[in-house]
């Protein structure tokens, strides 16, 4: 009887081939994007949980009271680790990483640069790295070993076992290679490709081994032994800083599950309030909703052709055949086409999974050995071709034999609400999808537009490495020789990636308490403010001629309203355990979260801390002339690193990644979307227009022009596309508020936005029904009376 079924309906599919196409080619589609959406979903679902034992892994955080809030960071103190270890016996194995950096491996001179951490030994307990060669019990024990990645061993090596081998490690550290690792997986949230012993960084950074409670540098990681409390745990790490340095009493630390930090890893206040959890439930209300609109359409289009199916309804009900068979017919063809259209899907998948990742900047592949996916897939098949096919199938059974073979389909206009509430369902996704592209556009304009305070354009910044942090002097003597550039300075770090933080800061008329207030800082040199351009308010930038200088500082507005400094230039304040001297003050300018309000900035001279430098381009040149002037000039003073520099502003762009995938994912499905409601459209259209073909051709007879007939026949259409509208809006709105609340600085809710979105609305419905209207009522009303 299968056989039977799936032979009856596949003759249904080929004596409509057109009709068929359009719902296999819609349905298919629908899918393979939907498709898509969940593999970006279940990725971003799995990050850090492939490690064994990932539900008892876990990473400290610290909360920072400062200025009335509470700062939650990653960073910790190098003897955190050694002190879990001892202390807690809850805790079965602790590791501690450093801060990775950009570091240059060599061989014979020939050398890269990596992605590089310090690591203790333990890290390899906690966590799942798969060794290509080396053992993990003794990879990180030698202190002169180096564990790199595969993809740096073939860069280097190439095929050859590195075992043994000697490279330099920052052109100056000998280290042997004493393990080669697999690549951290895409869904890691840990990115480095190489890996020295703690001991090598201390030994590399010899004024680090005396360090104590108040440096807040370093990553830590810890597993709970099973059936250890993670509360438990917490309540003995809340105090444990105050314990060893009172000073830093009011910080306090806890834990936070280690694989819910890629989605969860957003703080406020102390607390996470989400993160990169919400963008992911959006994504899979993208998929459902696409889905559902594919489903739609489909329906809409299989009953829009119920004339051509009412006789053979008809014929099969008089010739005996029960409801329950016709219906079994119908289903059968839904799924043999979603079948189709799956397999037409993966085809589709195969051609854009390339485009949508270069969007989301995630490599994406289809799971071709993941026989879990491939079960998941064929049962979302068979869910969306019986939730596709039940509304036609149970349509079309229902016609009446009699009636049918008179050419009668239906007798009551009640027939076509379900599916004007299923159009309405599809339009309101298609309002809310435009309406909130355009608003995530204007928030990410809105921010960019933003004063930051310096100039980025024309600035470029490049790592201090090697010998450039000594020859920097002459470096810049030739620079602006060349005239490539305007100016250059040292500076602590990129402008856009600045952490550091002081606290314990002492300034005239402080008050009780506001000692532990963490204030951001930035060390500089000379130069630092003309090169990026910062708006002096009082006072001067730093000068090589004034040696008192190298003791002065210069504070943002934020931090002179924050000391309540009247005459801020000359007074003096206590920072990095020093008397420092107030010299300027700067206009307020963006060195985190373009988001957030400007924190008050310390900016005070300390060269030894520079690990960037920042450069102002020479507008009057070409840049690319002055790049490789540049280029030639590093390579004079630092022949052993490769020359890599990154625009400002480019930098700055980052920031507002997880926005811009946000809003180019929006506009792509927003498109198709649209394209998929206007299918459904069209579909309702052809089915009014038959239902209505008689009504049509009599009011033709009794003189009604087409622009009439055309305005008659799209003015139901109109009627639920204002209804999809205002609901699409009231939804939209609603939420729109809510995310925009998530920012201090946002753009605001108007009404041109959501006038656009129904001009536009109504335009894709007119051009949608009206074909379908302008055909009806071209048809020679002879033929559809006939027989009254």
């Known amino acids: 009887m299968i056989k039977n079924y799936l032979k009856v309906a596949w003759r249904g599919i080929a004596n409509n081939k057109i009709s068929s196409i359009i719902n296999i080619g819609g349905l298919a589609l629908g899918m393979a994007v939907s498709f898509m959406l969940m593999l970006y979903v279940y990725n971003e679902y799995s990050y850090d949980k492939f490690h064994t034992n990932s539900e008892r892994l876990y990473q400290v955080f610290k909360n920072q009271p400062t200025n009335g809030e509470i700062r939650t960071k990653p960073l910790t103190q190098q003897l955190l680790a050694g002190t879990i ?101 895409q869904n890691s949230s840990f990115t480095f490709k190489a890996i020295i012993p703690w001991e090598a960084f201390l030994t590399q950074n010899p004024w680090l081994k005396g360090e104590g409670w108040d440096n807040y540098a370093y990553f830590t990681y810890l597993r709970l032994k099973p059936g250890a409390s993670a509360d438990v745990l917490n309540s003995k790490l809340k105090d444990l800083i ?111 999974l390339p485009v949508f990742r270069n969007i989301i900047n995630i490599n994406l592949s289809l799971p071709y050995a993941n026989p879990a996916a491939w079960g998941l897939a064929l049962a979302v098949t ?111 770090d990129p402008i856009n990636n600045a952490t550091g933080a002081t606290w314990n800061n002492t300034w005239p008329g402080q008050l009780p308490g506001e000692e532990s207030i963490s204030i951001d800082c930035l060390a500089a040199t000379y130069h630092f403010i003309d090169t990026y351009r910062l708006k002096i308010l009082e006072g001067r930038d730093f000068s090589s001629s004034r040696p008192s200088d190298s003791t002065a500082v210069i504070l943002n507005e934020a931090a002179v309203n924050l000391m309540r400094m009247k005459e801020p230039v000359g007074q003096q304040i206590t920072w990095m355990g020093g008397k420092r001297t107030v010299i300027g003050v700067v206009k307020n300018f963006v060195l985190a979260s ?46 052993s690193y490769p020359f890599e520099y990154k625009f400002t502003d480019d930098t700055y762009a980052t920031k507002f990644r997880n926005e811009k995938l946000l809003g180019a994912m929006a506009v792509l499905f927003t498109g198709l979307a649209i394209v998929l409601s206007a299918l459904g459209l069209f579909g309702l259209a052809a089915f009014s227009a038959e239902r209505r073909r008689r009504e049509i051709s009599i009011r033709k007879v009794l003189g009604a022009g087409t622009a009439a007939l055309w305005l008659k ?71 559809n009376l006939r027989s009254e």
């Open 382 to 492: 068979i869910i969306t071709g019986l939730i596709a096919g039940s509304y036609p199938a149970l349509f079309l059974s229902s016609f009446k034999p009699v009636k049918v073979l008179k050419g009668q389909i239906v007798s009551s206009n009640n027939i076509i609400r379900p599916r004007q509430v299923l159009v309405v369902l599809q339009f309101t996704f298609a309002t809310s999808l435009i309406i909130f592209s355009i608003f995530i556009y204007r928030q990410i304009n809105f921010i960019k537009d933003r004063p930051i305070g310096y100039d980025r354009d024309g600035l470029v910044e490049i790592a201090a490495d090697g010998r450039m942090y000594d020859q920097f002097n002459l470096f810049r003597r030739d620079i602006l020789a060349s005239g490539a550039v305007t100016d250059a300075a040292l500076i602590s």
């Open 713 to 783: 026949l799209s003015q139901e259409f109109v009627l639920l596309v204002l209804i999809s509208f205002v609901i699409g809006s009231l939804i939209s709105w609603y939420n729109i508020s809510q995310w925009l609340a998530k920012y201090t600085y946002h753009t605001t809710i108007t009404v041109w936005v959501f006038a656009a979105t129904l001009l536009l609305s109504m335009v894709i419905c007119l051009a949608a029904v009206s074909w379908q209207a302008i055909k009806a009522a071209l048809v020679n009303p002879v033929k």
């Open 594 to 639: 373009p988001y957030e309000p400007v924190k008050p900035v310390i900016i005070g001279f300390m060269q030894g801390w520079a690990t960037s430098i920042g450069m102002r381009l020479n507008p009057n040149k070409p840049v690319s002339a002055s790049l490789a002037q540049l280029q030639s000039i590093y390579n004079k003073y630092n022949p």
């Open 242 to 352: 105050g314990r060893h340095f009172a000073k830093d009493a009011a910080v306090k630390l806890f834990m936070f599950p280690y694989a819910k930090l890629h989605l969860y890893g957003e703080f406020k206040n102390g607390v996470s309030v989400g993160g990169r959890i919400e963008y992911v439930r959006l994504f899979l209300l993208l998929a459902v909703g696409i889905l559902l609109i594919a489903c739609i359409n489909f329906m809409n289009l299989s009953t829009a052709r119920s004339e051509k199916r009412a006789r053979e309804v008809g014929i099969r009900k008089a010739i005996g055949a029960r409801r329950g068979a016709l219906i079994a017919q119908f289903m059968g063809e839904s799924l043999v086409m979603a079948f189709l259209s799956f397999l037409l899907a993966v085809v589709l998948m195969m051609v854009l």
């Open 85 to 185: 270890k001892k202390d807690l016996p809850e805790v079965e194995e602790v590791a501690r990483i450093n801060e990775s950096k950009d570091a240059l491996i060599a061989l014979k001179g020939q050398g890269i640069k990596v992605n590089t951490v310090a690591a203790d030994q333990s890290l390899f307990n906690l966590f799942d790295f798969e060794f290509v060669w080396g053992n993990k019990r003794t990879a990180l024990t030698d202190p002169t070993g180096i564990v790199i990645s595969e993809s740096t061993a073939i860069a280097i090596f190439g095929n050859r076992n590195p075992m043994g081998e000697m490279l330099k490690y920052e052109n100056q550290f000998p280290m042997k290679v004493s393990a080669v690792i697999k690549d951290n997986p």
